[in-house]
T-cell receptor
Framework: DTEVTQTPKHLVMGMTNKKSLKCEQHMGHRAMYWYKQKAKKPPELMFVYSYEKLSINESVPSRFSPECPNSSLLNLHLHALQPEDSALYLC????????????FGQGTRLTVV | GESVGLHLPTLSVQEGDNSIINCAYSNSASDYFIWYKQESGKGPQFIIDIRSNMDKRQGQRVTVLLNKTVKHLSLQIAATQPGDSAVYFCAENIRAAGNKLTFGGGTRVLVKP
């Protein structure tokens, strides 16, 4: 199983809503990542978890809150988002942090209205 | 190729021809350079990587060349097929910067039958 599964695939939320994005992998990878991708742009790193601990936070606003409940799951909690936060949110995992081969999910297409 | 504004550089290739995708980088401290492929509606997919102390690495139908003198990276795809149509991103990994995978600009490859 070389899949990273993200749910939901699409999400529309209001600026006052609270929602969560979910990501799951069963490859035994110990590093998991959240990236944000705007149209026609490269993915931008948001957070890195290594062995279930937050390793990197790329100065992401606090309205985005990551959580790693166990080695297979990664969540991204969203609260009070802005329309400019609309983007494709990609989850990825790799054997260890720094491994060049990361496996990406299909992403969650988020629209903030 | 670097993405500029809302427009991705595009390479149109005849099926069966070879493709060459270019990427310029600025950070000499990169430990690895990596190529990823992103098809429409999917997350990025690892293609090949090259360590910074190497000049060339070959995979199946792909070759990556690294010219550190001019800080240039290229991906050559032999006998391009319709399934190669995608956006290609170069990326780098820098251990000293926290061992994170950072993406550069993308190039869209369109394969004409």
């Amino acid at each position: 199983d070389t899949e990273v599964t993200q749910t939901p695939k699409h999400l529309v939320m209001g600026m006052t809503n609270k929602k969560s994005l979910k990501c799951e992998q069963h490859m035994g990878h110990r590093a998991m990542y959240w990236y944000k991708q705007k149209a026609k742009k490269p993915p931008e790193l948001m957070f890195v978890y290594s062995y279930e601990k937050l390793s990197i936070n790329e100065s992401v606003p606090s309205r985005f809150s990551p959580e790693c409940p166990n080695s297979s799951l990664l969540n991204l909690h969203l609260h009070a988002l802005q329309p400019e936060d609309s983007a494709l949110y990609l989850c990825a995992s790799s054997q260890d942090q720094g491994n060049t081969e990361a496996f990406f999910g299909q992403g969650t297409r988020l629209t903030v209205v | 190729g670097e993405s500029v504004g809302l427009h991705l550089p595009t390479l149109s290739v005849q099926e069966g021809d070879n493709s060459i995708i270019n990427c310029a980088y600025s950070n000499s401290a990169s430990d690895y350079f990596i190529w990823y492929k992103q098809e429409s509606g999917k997350g990025p997919q690892f293609i090949i990587d090259i360590r910074s102390n190497m000049d060339k690495r070959q995979g199946q139908r792909v070759t990556v060349l690294l010219n550190k003198t001019v800080k240039h990276l290229s991906l050559q795809i032999a006998a391009t097929q319709p399934g190669d149509s995608a956006v290609y991103f170069c990326a780098e990994n820098i251990r000293a910067a926290g061992n994170k995978l950072t993406f550069g600009g993308g190039t869209r490859v369109l394969v004409k039958p």
